[in-house]
T-cell receptor
Framework: DAGVIQSPRHEVTEMGQEVTLRCKPISGHDYLFWYRQTMMRGLELLIYFNNNVPIDDSGMPEDRFSAKMPNASFSTLKIQPSEPRDSAVYFC???????????FGQGTRLTVV | AQSVTQLGSHVSVSEGALVLLRCNYSSSVPPYLFWYVQYPNQGLQLLLKYTSAATLVKGINGFEAEFKKSETSFHLTKPSAHMRDAAEYFCAVTGVSGGYNKLIFGAGTRLAVHP
């Protein structure tokens, strides 16, 4: 398996634009996590899915953020409208079952200017 | 609820010296614990994991960690540091029963290794 695949690796956008981050988890993994990493706040859990169903989105900072998992092999994290304070590295991770280790993608570095 | 506290945001050691990175956890259910390493501009990579079997866990790159329930700790050690160990290290906790499915990370410890 190629591991968790995220796209794009880098995204630069203007304030107010819509941004969509994409993730392909490892095949057969039942859990998918979205994290945001910044210098100030570290690694924050935004939302996670189990069997494509969102279980806990309490980490999503605002209504501008939304996430979907239409099938077991694809998830998106959307920010609309984007703001400069959304600039961060966004990671997607997947794991096979409860309690197992998570495997991380390479991340998407988002810069909102 | 679950949480992780990593003591020391920055640790600096000499090459060849002992590495000790501290992690304390809080969990309402028996925890599974992990250490991850992050090199610059990369994702997180698993170093080792505790899953209620042996309390002393050996991982990659010569690292090991010991689970101590009485101290709620899971400290990471390596007998002799190498320059290539310079990176950021994260401790994480998850539950294995009930609704404790989140994977929660500590704030991270940046390890510097100097000659």
């Amino acid at each position: 398996d190629a591991g968790v695949i995220q796209s794009p690796r880098h995204e630069v956008t203007e304030m107010g634009q819509e941004v969509t981050l994409r993730c392909k988890p490892i095949s057969g993994h039942d859990y998918l996590f979205w994290y945001r990493q910044t210098m100030m706040r570290g690694l924050e859990l935004l939302i996670y899915f189990n069997n494509n169903v969102p279980i806990d989105d309490s980490g999503m900072p605002e209504d501008r953020f939304s996430a979907k998992m239409p099938n077991a092999s694809f998830s998106t994290l959307k920010i609309q409208p984007s703001e400069p304070r959304d600039s961060a590295v966004y990671f997607c991770a997947s794991r096979v079952r409860q309690g197992a280790e998570a495997f991380f993608g390479q991340g998407t570095r988002l810069t909102v200017v | 609820a679950q949480s992780v506290t990593q003591l020391g945001s920055h640790v600096s050691v000499s090459e060849g010296a002992l590495v000790l990175l501290r992690c304390n956890y809080s969990s309402s259910v028996p925890p599974y614990l992990f250490w991850y390493v992050q090199y610059p501009n990369q994702g997180l990579q698993l170093l080792l994991k505790y899953t209620s079997a042996a309390t002393l866990v050996k991982g990659i790159n010569g690292f090991e960690a010991e689970f101590k329930k009485s101290e709620t700790s899971f400290h990471l050690t390596k007998p002799s540091a190498h320059m290539r160990d310079a990176a950021e290290y994260f401790c994480a906790v998850t539950g294995v029963s009930g609704g404790y499915n989140k994977l929660i990370f500590g704030a991270g410890t940046r390890l510097a290794v100097h000659p």
